[in-house]
């Protein structure tokens, strides 16, 4: 059987990547042909552009636009390395179509040959977001004799706004089987009347720890381990409670912090140019993970590391919240009052891999199940 998957593609952010990679990965472990829709529509094909003016003020007129664009190229040309790493994975590791769609119209005119797809993981229908409001990633291009569904898709949000409700009613409806990633995305589609839903995991789940510790890099994991013990700060809103619990662990531990994120200045060192395989190796090695991101966190439970989880400043917080609570752990996630708190070495990860294990095989079951219907 030939599959076509799609999801957010090539945005270089390191749970993207990754959650493409396992889906392709677990399907192709089950025998079957795998490949991913090459769908970059214009919303989200802006990363590492150089000329791109992404203030209004700046972009008024010629010498204005001049002025940013010069201001702004030497740290562009910097972060194209991250690009290429990113690149390299993607060529290496994800299998995907030759042919560049743009709309969901291109996707009609020229259909991805297939016979079932599938749209998911990560946040697709998030409608804070373009992505959410693209009928593309709602297989609104496939045709109705063909086997459509979701996994693990995610709204990341607790409710819709009611000008959306429709639309997502509308395109769901035509999925033959359809599942979510977060308890609060099931709720709304059964609020919008749907009552064959399921919750799954991410997709990052359906693969062994082998298959991850198969992408590390043992040299340069080694060459970071005989460097001391670290801790990894991923954070997408330079918070100022995760660097002072960071700063607190340093001091206490003699752990130097090592980040993910280019604004994180009081980090011993910075990989945020670096691309999904040594976010990998240096994750595996950590003594303690604080995180505002939903990947940073699964891999802290595939891993099982010690972990500190915050809420996100723009309010896309039901996949940690939902993810911790699934596996006992909700007293992890912290914010300023908490931290004086935290504790290491206190999560019980054989009672964790328990739920995980009930979590994984109901999740491959769905996909199994509905594949093969």
């Known amino acids: 059987m030939k599959i076509k998957t799609i999801t957010c593609h090539e945005v270089y952010n390191y749970g993207a990547s990754l959650q493409e990679y396992a889906l392709l990965k677990y399907l192709e472990n089950l025998g079957y042909e795998a490949e991913t829709i090459h769908y970059k529509p214009p919303y989200l094909s802006k990363h590492f552009k150089l000329w791109i003016v992404s203030s209004p003020f700046f972009d008024k007129n010629f010498l204005f636009r001049a002025i940013y664009l010069i201001l702004k190229l030497p740290k562009r040309l910097i972060n194209l390395k991250r690009k290429k790493k990113f690149d390299e994975f993607s060529e290496k590791y994800i299998k995907s179509g030759k042919k560049l769609y743009r709309s969901n119209e291109e996707l009609k005119a020229d259909i991805p040959e297939a016979d079932a797809y599938i749209c998911g993981s ?26 459509k569904l979701s996994y693990a898709a995610s709204f990341a949000i607790d409710e819709l706004e009611e ?73 997408f809103d330079n918070d100022p409670v995760i660097k002072e619990l960071a700063e607190k662990l340093k001091k206490e531990n003699g752990w130097k912090i090592y980040a993910f994120n280019e604004l994180i200045d009081y ?11 040594l976010f990998l190796t240096v994750l595996n090695t950590a003594e303690c993970i604080l995180a505002n991101s939903f990947h940073a966190v699964a891999y802290s439970l595939i891993l099982h590391k010690n972990l500190a989880v915050f809420n996100r400043s723009d309010k896309i917080n039901t996949r940690m919240r939902d993810l911790l609570q699934s596996v006992g ?40 199940t509905a594949l093969t219907s």
């Open 122 to 147: 990560d946040q697709i229908w998030n409608s804070f977001f373009e992505n959410g409001k693209d009928p593309s990633f709602y297989l609104d291009f496939v045709p109705d004799n063909k086997l």
């Open 163 to 235: 000008d959306i409700k429709g639309f997502v009613k509308e395109k769901v409806s035509r999925l033959d089987y359809v599942s979510v990633r977060e308890s609060s995305g099931k709720r709304i589609l059964e609020d919008l009347g749907f009552d064959k839903v399921t919750q799954v995991l991410d997709p990052v789940f359906l693969l062994e720890p082998k298959e991850w510790q198969a992408l590390m890099l043992p040299q340069i994991e080694k060459d970071i381990v005989d460097k001391g013990k670290y801790i990894v700060v991923y954070d």
């Open 267 to 277: 980090a011993d060192k910075n990989f945020y140019l670096e691309g999904p395989e």
């Open 329 to 368: 752990l909700s007293k992890f996630l912290l914010d300023k009052d908490t931290i004086l708190d935290y504790e290491l070495d206190t999560i019980n990860y054989i009672e964790v891999q328990k739920k995980l294990d009930v979590l994984i095989k109901k999740s491959k079951t769905y996909l199994n």
